[in-house]
DNA sequence: CATGAATGAGGGTTCATTCAT
DNA sequence: AATGAATGAACCCTCATTCAT
């Protein structure tokens, strides 16, 4: 690993991820990183700061593909809900250590900063999903819906899996260990099943 | 308050929603509560065990209210949907201090105690659940639908809305100071878009 | 166990021996004991005083065993010096969890008043040993010695054999686990060789 | 004083000596050393460790001694025990506060890795001691002894001294808090002693 | 630029003791 | 006479951070 910096912000990840920012201390992370223990306070400022720098690391994907995914003129309103939700399950459960990480600390815990940073970016976000749906009521595809809490619905399913992971392995029988045979099982089934709901909560044919 | 256990209890919850189980401090939780410090110790044994005695006194009404529900004859299986929706909402939206821990703890982060503990709880939750559904698939009222993942689903979304309050209050151009117009206001939307997503969702009319 | 006063204190005797006197809490006491916490302080005041009280428990009968061998006419010096190396090992061996506890607080650690205690009380003891040995001397069986060297020569010969039962466990390959084999094993042998040891050394044919 | 751990490790022993392990507090040790409280778990680890520290920086010196005396062909066995108790006399009395540390620690108390430590450094030392007397044997000047409690005659004599100073400092009309004084007088006295006790005890020509 | 040494603050827990009953 | 509840003090240890080099 070239870049110091960098095999710092993912070890933070890992380790904030399995136990908690509040519980992992800097000792930890550089240990694990195999890096001197004040360079972590040198590069980052304070542990605090490092939480904010991996944030904002991880956050510029997500945004420009919903854009563009948005933008696509080729594609019809369900084709994008399908895409939308194989694009966030994928991310979130391959991600899921970010995320639950990011879950964890937009509640009231961790500093304001840290907040306000976490609800811009998702606000960022938001916006561009509202407009795909919107975009297929207005082409008669979908049916009128509470834009936000539909998307609390999607997001909140998908995060229920990652943060509820050790009571999905039970209630599922899947092995809590091996990470791979998890992601695969629950990826297939996820996208089946957020799309299946999706398609009866959208269709304007089922207008009540 | 005549009872200090349940004082402590009740500060324990409000601080460990408030800044995490890490990030509250048995010293906090004594000052909060006005007692001595040496007392948690010694009625709980430890502040793991304080986490326990806490998860342990709210666990208990929840599945007696899903198993009265469950053998309610008087009721078809919409009826029960709904009444489930109108629960789950004001029970995670009120005690939503306690949901956050449970949320929080839920995951890697916690010992296997807790883990085990939150785990078999909401597994025999989902027991009762997956009965009322089964109930109305068997009377045709439902069509075939993923029910481990639609609970999720529920589950999710009512969680996202305690979990990302920050977010969501900005989202909704919400006051964040004022607990109880937030509480109002989400609990009405939020029995709404449940009911009709759910609606869409089952309905045997549906099927695809 | 009628006496409840005594029930503690034969407890205390083998907590002080096993943890040492600050390793003991007084819980621990309370707990083997089968006794309420309070109660230990109701009867002897404090911690302190229960090991002082332990002291003068044990302290009564060592003396009058010496003055009655100091005053039997009927043995000859050659004997007393058997009998006194006999019941020293017999009873520093059986007893040797309340020895244990006076070697260890008789020096730097606790408290003036249980140094003074113990002091006294080995003084009290040694008075007679010194008759002994001077009767000896003036009947012209022993030479002349340091006698109160050659006590302490005695009493850690066999102090060695209870402090570092760990050690001689293993140099003469005992079970540390059976204190029966010990005891046995130890007790013949101790006699043996102090018995040798003194008759060489007090012997007035070995004058120099 | 140029390095702070041996600071530490000095401080230690003078309080571990006067207030026994559990009764020194690594807050009293880093008062009196003059550094950090959290200096001490830094370099040592542990409280326990730091007694481990301790014990590994005391025990290296005796073991090269005795082995050297061993080997010195130019004297013979009667020289060779003069050597022996003028060494241990010297040494006890002199780290009369290490000793009774070990005196104290080698007991049930303490953890199983200090027990094993010190065992394994006495069993070393002993095997030397054992090789003189045997040599002396070969030799015909010194008759059939039970050579591991005659070691332990020669221990505890001294032990006693140190451990029971108190009592001795009554016994022999010491001023208990002159320490050069009493040093002195015992150190002569015991010297004399000791050689006297041996001298008789392993001449040959005292065979029973 | 990078780091070993050092630190003040605060962590959870256990202590011996007291006191109202 | 006996005890359950409660407490202030002190325990050892780890924390995030700083600073001289």
Same mark, same amino acid.
């Given at each position: 690993? *070239?870049?110091?910096?960098?095999? @710092? ?23 694990? *990183?195999? %890096?001197?223990?004040?360079?972590? /306070? ?42 939308? %939700?194989?694009?966030? %399950?994928?991310? @979130?459960? /391959? ?5 639950? @990480? ?7 815990? /961790?500093?304001?900063? @840290? ?72 990826? %297939? ?20």
């Amino acid at each position: 690993m *070239a870049d110091k910096k960098t095999e @710092i912000l993912l070890t933070a990840e890992e380790l904030f991820a399995e136990k908690g920012f509040d519980g992992t201390s800097v000792r930890d992370i550089a240990q694990h *990183a195999g %890096v001197n223990l004040a360079m972590i /306070s040198y590069y980052f400022g304070s542990k605090e700061k490092l939480l904010e720098a991996l944030i904002e690391y991880r956050s510029g994907y997500t945004f420009d593909t919903l854009e563009e995914l948005n933008k696509d003129q080729s594609l019809n309103p369900w084709d994008k809900i399908d895409r939308l %939700v194989d694009f966030y %399950v994928e991310k @979130i459960i /391959s991600n899921n250590k970010f995320h639950n @990480i990011i879950s964890v600390h937009s509640g009231q815990l /961790s500093s304001p900063e @840290i907040r306000e940073l976490i609800t811009k970016m998702k606000l960022r976000n938001l916006e561009q999903i509202r407009k795909i749906i919107q975009d297929g009521q207005k082409k008669k595809f979908f049916r009128k819906v509470d834009i936000e809490f539909t998307m609390g619905s999607v997001m909140g399913t998908i995060s229920q899996l990652t943060l509820l992971k050790n009571f999905y392995c039970s209630l599922l029988n899947i092995d809590k260990t091996d990470e791979e045979v998890y992601r695969k099982k629950v990826i %297939v089934r996820l996208k089946t099943h957020l799309k299946q709901l999706l398609r009866a909560h959208l269709d304007i044919r089922n207008e009540a």
